[in-house]
């Protein structure tokens, strides 16, 4: 369950999606809408502890869902020569580094209020702030230069 001190601090819930995170790229903007619903479906599987097999799968669709992702918006900075494609496939990277290690952790720990907060952490962290601050970064670049 969650305390009291976590709701006062705005853990526990996972932002639903806003079109102030909208980049104006349709292709990306639908896989973005994609990725919250997978996120969503992970953090409530791990934090109603439904069966591992479940978690597991979500956890593979969340990753797999990342890939494809990744590589859309890497060819498309490419395509475009944005000028921060070096330092925005490293972060990629990362996220899918920080996922690896959460499903790690669900393959030997099983589901828990621990990692369900970390696989909030990590969707919050790696796909909102990243979004507004990394791709839109990418989608002003081109808005700009063409
Ligand atoms: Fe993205
Ligand atoms: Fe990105």
Known sequence: ??????LQQGRGMLRDWSD???????????????FFEAAHRLYDYIL????????EEAVEFLRDYADTHF?????????????GL?????????FLESLD???????????????????????QDWLI?????E???YAEYVKEHG
């Open 48 to 55: 109603n502890c439904e069966g591992e097999k479940a978690v």
């Open 101 to 123: 290690m959460l499903g790690d952790n669900l393959k030997v720990f099983g589901p828990s209020q621990h990692l369900a907060d970390r696989a909030l952490e990590v969707a």
């Open 129 to 133: 702030d990243h979004i507004t601050e």
């Open 86 to 94: 070096k330092h925005h496939k490293k972060l990629h990277a990362e």
């Open 135 to 137: 791709d839109m970064q």
């Open 20 to 34: 102030d995170y909208l980049t104006g790229i349709e292709e990306i903007d639908g896989q973005h809408k994609g």
């Open 1 to 6: 369950m969650l305390s009291q001190s976590d």
């Open 71 to 83: 590589h859309t918006e890497e060819a498309f900075m490419q395509k475009h020569e944005f000028p």
